[in-house]
Nanobody
Framework: QVQLVESGGGLVQAGGSLRLSCLASGRPFSNYAMGWFRQAPGKEREFVTGIGLSGRSTDYADSVKGRFTISRDNAKNTVYLQMNSLKPEDTAVYYC?????????????????WGQGTQVTVSS
């Protein structure tokens, strides 16, 4: 099992930036893909981005492509989400998730461990 703790959320104006971090413990960090999801009020949880074992493979939802960047530091057991050019529609609780395998997934069912979430609010 993997324990995940997110940090870095907050309130920002539209056009601003935030950087989320997710610290992992438990299973060896470099053995599994990582991802970020988000859930806005009244909406289903949705995939935002994912990253493979080494960090060379990444995947992004169309809605964040070109604005968000995922990265990982295996020495620090941490995955990051740099969010630039934020929009009000990016407002949501953001969740870090650990994949069940090294394969880079998108489906919720392919992620076995989740953080508690961190709130991101973008004001217009």
């Amino acid at each position: 099992q993997v324990q995940l703790v997110e940090s870095g959320g907050g309130l920002v104006q539209a056009g601003g930036s935030l950087r989320l971090s997710c610290l992992a413990s438990g299973r060896p960090f470099s053995n599994y893909a990582m991802g970020w999801f988000r859930q806005a009020p009244g909406k289903e949880r949705e995939f935002v981005t994912g990253i493979g074992l080494s960090g060379r493979s990444t995947d992004y939802a169309d809605s964040v492509k070109g604005r968000f960047t995922i990265s990982r530091d295996n020495a620090k057991n941490t995955v990051y989400l740099q969010m630039n050019s934020l929009k009000p529609e990016d407002t949501a609780v953001y969740y870090c998730a650990a994949g069940r395998s090294p394969v880079l997934p998108r489906r919720i069912a392919d992620f076995g461990s989740w953080g508690q979430g961190t709130q991101v609010t973008v004001s217009s």
